[in-house]
């Protein structure tokens, strides 16, 4: 008897149609003798939904409150799918994060899973039930419901897919798997059958939102297979597992575009030591992940520093760097938040030369100006002028001809 784990993202529940639709999955998964565990996101919309009444309160909503706020979203579409599924004639139990064990550390809105005490649910499947626990959501040592961030289901199937030593997680989506660009940006996008843990963490970190990235962190250190693929069909869609071999002969598996940034300019920055070390300290002390840094090169004794944070922390980064512009005599300080982050991965790139030239020329044969670069080792990313994101992702998917590549294997 093989034990299932299946998540459920927002549109798969996004209607009563289609919870009734999700019941039927689940419970054909479990007439085949399997045991099912299920995992499912609050109906699309609703957490959005959730969020933007918590700001029309009040601007800055404390983060516990939000927690509690958000985590109703979830509860709702898991009690309906077990009344769906109680419908069909099957026996069926909805479980918080609370109830499910699911103990997390106390940082509201993006709190890490510290562990799963699994007895409950094993016990509720050994009397024969499915049993639905609500994503997204645990409890702290407190007993706090806390969230695990955005898109944060993945990483509670996951979780639970490791702690159950489940023979598969599966993670039911609107599209068939995970593609080599986003098919709604890019209709020529193929599906991938199969991808290691190491190419989906990068497309993922880099703007895939296909599966959330620690989700993958998680799935690559406690080997969790996953298989992401559509709640619409019945199609095989990709398998997200170890590397093989074969893998690193793909010199580039998929395009992505983030436009979760924004670019800070500093400019008139004195250019002598220790001026970097103050502001990214100063950056740091507000905790804040900066991702890009470029510093161009000094001309009489002053520089111009730019570099990357996410777009919702993008203000505080500016406050805290006024706070030291005149103790250090720096010059402007600038905001830019319609930049993307355009982003080519591929295992490939370890062994071969030649993606940045193409990825560049590709780029400038459009006239698309490449305003900063960074690499890592199996991907490159350019941060261009957010309006021409969408051309080139496309322009970057024809020039690595990754549709091609899928029709010629098949
Ligand atoms: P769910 O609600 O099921 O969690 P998400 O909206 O979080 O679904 O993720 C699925 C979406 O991810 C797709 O609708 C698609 O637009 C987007 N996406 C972005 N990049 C990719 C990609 N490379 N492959 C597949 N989907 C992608
Ligand atoms: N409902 C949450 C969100 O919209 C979690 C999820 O869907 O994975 O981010
Ligand atoms: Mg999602």
Redesign the pocket.
């Known amino acids: 008897m093989a034990l299932v784990v299946q998540k459920?993202?927002?549109?798969?529940v996004g209607s009563i149609d289609r919870i009734r639709a999700v019941a039927k999955r689940v419970v054909e998964t479990r007439m085949k003798g399997n045991l099912v565990v299920v995992v499912v996101?609050a109906m699309?919309g609703e957490t959005d939904r959730l969020i933007n009444l918590a700001l029309k309160v009040s601007p800055h909503p404390r983060e516990r409150e939000l927690d509690m706020l958000m985590a109703t979203g979830e509860q709702v579409s898991m009690a309906l799918l077990a009344i769906a599924i109680h419908e069909l004639g099957y026996e069926a139990k909805s479980l918080t994060g609370h109830q499910a064990r699911i103990l997390t550390n106390r940082e509201h809105t993006k709190a890490k899973i510290l562990s799963i005490e699994t007895e409950k649910i094993l016990k509720e499947l050994e009397d024969g039930k499915i049993v639905i626990v609500a994503g997204f959501q645990g409890s702290d040592d407190q007993g706090e419901i806390t969230t695990l961030g955005r898109?944060g289901?993945?990483l509670s199937a996951v979780a639970l897919a490791a702690s159950l030593k489940a023979d598969v997680c599966e993670?039911?989506?609107?599209?068939d798997?995970?593609?080599?660009?986003?098919?709604?940006?890019v209709p020529e996008?193929v599906k991938i059958p199969k991808i290691s843990y190491d190419e989906m963490l990068e497309?993922a970190g880099l703007?895939?939102?296909?599966?959330?990235t620690r989700s993958v962190e998680f799935a690559k250190k406690y080997s969790v297979p996953i298989h992401?693929r559509s709640s619409f069909n019945n199609q095989e869609g990709t398998l997200v597992t170890g590397e093989d071999a074969e893998m690193e002969s793909v010199l580039v598996r998929?395009v992505?575009c983030s436009k979760n940034e924004a670019k800070i300019t500093i400019t008139g920055v004195p250019d002598k030591p220790g001026i970097a070390a103050r502001i990214f300290s100063e950056i740091a002390k507000a905790n804040i992940m900066v991702d890009m840094i470029i510093q161009n090169v000094g001309e009489q004794g002053k520089t111009d520093i730019s570099f990357t944070v996410p777009k919702v922390e993008s203000e505080k980064a500016v406050e805290a760097i006024k706070k030291i512009a005149g103790e250090l005599g720096i010059g402007e300080i600038k905001s830019d938040p319609k930049i993307a982050k355009i982003s080519v991965v591929g295992l490939g790139m370890r062994s071969h030369t030649g993606v940045a030239s193409t990825m560049f020329s590709s780029l400038a044969a459009v006239g698309i100006n490449i305003l900063m670069i960074s690499t890592s080792e199996i991907a490159i990313s350019c941060v261009i002028d957010e309006k021409f994101s969408e051309l080139s992702v496309r322009i970057l998917h024809e020039a690595f001809g990754l549709s091609a590549q899928e029709a010629a294997k098949s």
């Open positions: 459920y993202g927002g549109t798969s996101s699309s898109g289901s993945d993670i039911y989506t609107d599209v798997g995970v593609f080599t660009a986003d098919p709604n940006i996008a497309l703007g895939a939102k296909v599966l959330q992401v998929g992505t």
